[in-house]
């Protein structure tokens, strides 16, 4: 908006503020309902941004932010002078890429299937199971996993009766992602399909009515109509998810990780919690979190961008 | 009639004013917080009217808040305590001498004035733990008082019965013998293995087998000075090798890796396999475990420390440095107060105070047998009927609930005096444990750079260190193989190693220089 616009549609100097006071005292109740939220980011997410400053010094926590010393990149060259942070970088961008690829599509999926079911007692006794996984905490999952895969675990028996080799799915570094991204999926896509359900309900019955009286199929009205109508939902999920996408969790891997498989555990996450909690090392794990955060960032912007481009609203 | 009644209620009213204000007068106890591991988490742990901590008021003054963290995970919540310095424990005790103790020192008191002052704190600074104090110490200052810990405490411990079974009577006092003992009990049977191993603790087993065949322990010294790591030592890969042909011939479950150290004593217990390298007081734990729950009466477990090599040497692994772990006094006891915090602690090291924290109170926690040996329970519940067992698990049940993790608190500078007046009773193999420590002790190989700084090992150290051992288990179970196993190290060396040796061998030189 120009300038000129602006003075003429809100005035200016006195009449502006006076204008602007009465807006508030005649919306007090909107600005009210405003202020909790208003408040818990300020204070909870701004307000402790402010550590990162420790990133910067060789934090002693009894010496305080401001009585540590400052080492300015200290941190950040140590680093990026190791060769071991390539192994990091690279285990997190893979893991992250799997999950895209594999998991982000599944509860779209699921929830499409789910969409398709026609008795609705039927459906609902189906959401309500497929729910349970995602109250169930990790623990649970990977000891779960641990009984049934490992050597003389049932899956592990009935692959090495129909193999004739077992396969080892809890040591070889090479099933290890395959291993998390098949858990996460076990466990969070039934959760996953709720948003999507509920970006379905809002598709316009007609539409359908109108294209089966063309004589659309199944498979056409999904893809012609269903997909269509969700799709801004999808795209948002997705820019969503790329904000965190480098967040592969730590307790899920060191849970699954052993000698054996190790090397493919270790992400940027995993090196945080070994460094800023078993290590004490606060300053170093939070200059390499603020880098992880900063490429979280660019992410962001960039998929916005790039959804803007595609002719989609995107998250801004 | 209602003006008597308001006299009465005024009345009742000013003495509760009247009393409250008298129990303030009296002398207020002496708080101290202390911060210790719990391995008794499944259990309450009795704070209010626990005669133990009365007891402990009464001796010394001070009024003890204990504050319990689970074992398992007592490392991290260590790191987030010290991120709020002002809400710390005054007193912590820390697990070992490790980044996370050197990183904070700051918060700590300096006890050096303290612990070397034999006049006012005789038990604090007995002569016992000089050289131990010494060795606790950062740049030159003692900032807490070491736990003292049997000596060299690790070896190998196994079941003689089945090595009887599978004709070896006879307790291996050279490598080869124990290689003889060790394929003999592989091949006991099929479902059964020689060496218990689990894989998230290897660093024991592997640690005992390489400095037995004259690997350093962890850090080595040339002949030059120079620092180097003990995989550049050829025993190493010996060591590694010996667990590795055990490994090939069945003497190691080949799924090792999946099991965890919770699980490590079960496997002995249930027979999956014989043979431990571990802390030895083991053996007597397992002796006892299988004399109460299976109706055991002979000996069924050997254990020994020193092993010689070809040319007749020997040297050993000791779990520790005299000592794991420290008490630390943090900032947020007033400078003041500092001296009646020593005097405390000065307690917990004398007969009467390591008794209390490890035993209890007599006919409360432990009981004086006709005999003169100290028991957890009275001697009109002895007996191995059910009932009798029943009674006896009643009161070992109650003890924990009193004691719960306070011998946590135990530091035991001047050596562990609980035994002297009322010894518990003993065991053969008890016998042995204590001696075999006084015996090999002399062999136990130091890490020489346990009390030296490298400003790389402290922030890459950890993830070296498992690159390190993750090697040695996949080489171990033949996931690779030597080329390979160099390779890493090789990968070490580049990832931060090299340093780690420069900074170590100036250190060290520095530290012998002086």
New interface residues.
Partial sequence: MKRAERIALYGQGKEYRRRLLADVVRDRWLFLLLLPGFVYFILFKYVPMWGVVISFENYVPYDGVFGSQWVGLKWFRYFFSNKAWTRYLSNTLILSLLNIVFYFPAPIILALLLNEVRSVKYKKLVQTFLYVPHFISIVIVVSITLVMFSSGGIVYRLTEQLLGHPIKYMTDPNLFRGMIIGQTIWKETGWGTIIFLAALTNVDTQLYEAAMVDGAGRLRRLWHITLPAIRSTIVLMLILRMGSVLDTGYDHLILMANSLNRKASQTLDVFVYQQGLQQAQYSYASAVGLMKSVVSIILVVSSNKIAHLMGEEGLY | MKKLLALVLAAIMALSVMSFAGAEAAEEPFVLSVMLPDFYTDVEFVREGNPLLDYIQEQTGVKLDIQLQANSSY??I???T????ESMPNLISFPGRD??FV??V??FWDLTPYVFDTATYPWLANEAGLNIHKATAVNGKVYGVFRSRAFPRAGIYYRSDIAAKVGITKEPETIEELTALAEALAGYSEDTYALNMV??Y?AGTINVITVAMGAPNTWGVDENGNVYPAHESPAYLEGLKWLRHLYEIGGID??F??VTSSDWDNIERTGKAFMRFDCNDNAHRQQEWFEKNEGVTEQIFEELIGLKKADGSITCWPQNAGYAGLVVVT?TVKEEDLPKVMKFLDWCNSYDGQMLLNAGLENVTYWIWADGTRHVYPEDVAGDSEEMVAKQKEYTDRNVTLQGSINQLTMGVPGDLTSSKYPTASSPLRDEYAANNIEFAKYAVLNPCATLTSETY??????LD?LL??AA??FI?C?IDEDELKSVWE?WS???GEQIKAEYTAAYQAANAQ
């Fill in positions: 490392g991290d260590l790191a987030t010290l991120a709020t310095p980044n996370t990183q904070n700051n918060a894989g998230n290897t080949p799924n890796v999946t900032k402290t922030a890459f150290g950890s993830t498992t051992s993750d288990v996949q179970s996931v990968q580049e990832e931060g």
